[in-house]
């Protein structure tokens, strides 16, 4: 056999594979992690402040300077720290009003937190198609809408934005709130406007996995004050009495539904420490996402029979994944264990076999209705009155097709061009055997 004939033998069938080192892991700030965030850390440590609200002597609270940071980064006027990007979906709920009797239309692909903030909110999850950019399909969310729908969700998944235009003109005529999640694509943009700045109120994650991370984490962002008071209001029991808090700013004129009991949402100290650093990381890391992305792309840009994830705003994708789509389920599973044999980390999206937190098939607790107390609320509650809700794993045929055909590689920014070029050459030999 000649070498050639060798080296284009596919290595799930005994070749060689193209790529024989592995990837940087995909966290991409979290790997970055170094002597800034150290310090950072040590700082608060040395100071023993590691309440946000008070410590033994005056230090700046870094849980704050994170929020004026961020909201200054992002370009709108308020900005709240929580310990999660859950907790920051809920408290944007509790904010815009969503509670018992309300319906919130989510995406059938995001992680299962989005659904379940909305239960943790007391209202009803409505689970709604994703188009070919694998982002709320602005049609379906129209359709699902009822005199009941209180907000949507529209999450920037894996990394790219939703049809914002769209989706904030649908929510704007039939008067929903919207809280974008935009765990997954923190610097991300549409039309030159960050993520997270177009919703009423809008949640942010930094938990490991995420662009930059402090390890756990969330944001809240919003432009009106009144959410932000009810938000922060939720995340804090006793945020009325904290500096800057209701109490403190309109101890006199209080407006209705801006002061009621909460929960602790908080953020602590230390994890602010590291957030503040992380955010000054966010361009670099977007910048060599979206390079590498492009590399890769532009490499395997001849091949037919694949179809790219269509891009609502190619310029605000954060890149921190390609995903291409392939005529049938079977032939994507095919794809990706011939990609993972030559060294190349890929997925088909949704594989039945395989269960996956992103994909509403496989929620089996909302599929089920599984509630922690017998009654069954929100499902059962009294103010609720539409039809009782119903979930099946096929209720969202065009979501399942397109994550059945599609091929998921993350793009860590420490790719080198050598890695980078491999990938787009593993890419091309499997699509020349099976394409
Ligand atoms: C789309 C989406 N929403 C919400 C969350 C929840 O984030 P957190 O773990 O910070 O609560 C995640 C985290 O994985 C996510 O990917």
């Not at 059938?108 to 909305?118: D, E, L, Q, W």
């Not at 804090?236 to 904290?242: E, G, I, K, V």
């Not at 539904?257 to 957030?275: D, H, K, S, T």
């Not at 395989?354 to 922690?372: F, G, Q």
Request: hydrophobic share 35%; with cysteine; charged share 25%.
């Amino acid at each position: 056999m000649s070498d050639k004939l060798r080296r284009e033998k596919l290595a799930i069938e005994g070749g060689k594979p193209v790529k024989t080192t592995p990837n940087p892991p995909m966290f991409p700030g979290g790997i970055e992690i170094g002597e800034e965030e150290k310090k950072a850390v040590l700082e608060v440590l040395d100071h023993r402040y590691l309440f946000r609200y008070y410590g033994p002597e005056e230090f700046p609270s870094r849980v704050r300077l994170l929020e004026e940071e961020f909201a200054k980064k992002m370009g709108i006027k308020y900005a709240l720290a929580v310990n999660s990007c859950t907790s920051a979906l809920i408290s944007s709920l509790v904010a815009v009003g969503v509670g018992p009797g309300d319906e919130v239309i989510i995406p059938g692909y995001t992680f299962f937190a989005t659904c379940a903030a909305v239960i943790a909110a007391k209202a009803i999850p409505v689970i709604c198609e994703v188009d070919d950019s694998l982002t709320l399909d602005p049609d379906d969310f129209e359709r699902k809408i009822t005199p009941r729908t209180k907000a949507v969700i529209p999450v920037h998944m894996r990394g790219v934005p939703c049809n914002m235009d769209r989706i904030m003109d649908i929510a704007r005529k039939h008067n929903i709130k919207v809280v974008e999640d935009t765990a997954q694509a923190c610097g991300g943009s549409f039309k030159g406007k960050y993520l997270g700045t177009f919703g009423d109120c809008n949640a942010f994650s930094f938990q490991y996995h995420k662009i930059i991370t402090a390890g756990e984490g969330g944001m809240v962002t919003t432009n009106d004050q009144l959410l932000y008071d009810r938000a922060q209001e939720y995340h804090d029991t006793a945020a009325c009495w904290r500096p800057g808090g209701p109490e403190k700013r309109f101890s006199s004129a209080r407006y209705r539904g801006e002061l009621f009991p909460g929960v602790n949402f908080r953020m602590p100290e230390l994890i602010g420490a590291v957030a503040r650093v992380q955010l000054k990381r966010l361009d670099g890391l977007i910048e060599k996402m979206r390079k590498n992305k492009a590399r890769i792309k532009e490499a395997i840009s001849n091949i037919k029979g694949i179809e790219f994830r269509r891009l609502n705003d190619p310029e605000g994708d954060t890149a921190i994944c390609l995903v291409f789509f392939l005529p049938t389920a079977d032939l994507a599973e095919k794809f990706a264990r011939a990609l993972k044999a030559e060294g190349v980390e890929a997925n088909s999206i949704y594989n039945k076999g395989v269960p996956d937190w992103h994909i509403y098939a496989h929620w089996e607790m909302i599929l089920n209705k599984w509630t922690a107390t017998p009654e069954g609320c929100p499902y059962t509650c009294p103010y609720y009155k539409g039809p009782e809700p119903r979930y099946t794993p096929d209720m969202c045929p065009r979501t399942l097709d397109l994550l059945g055909r599609s091929i998921h590689i993350d793009i860590p920014p420490q790719l080198s061009e050598e890695d980078c070029n491999l990938i787009a050459e593993a890419i091309n030999k499997v699509a020349r055997a099976y394409l």
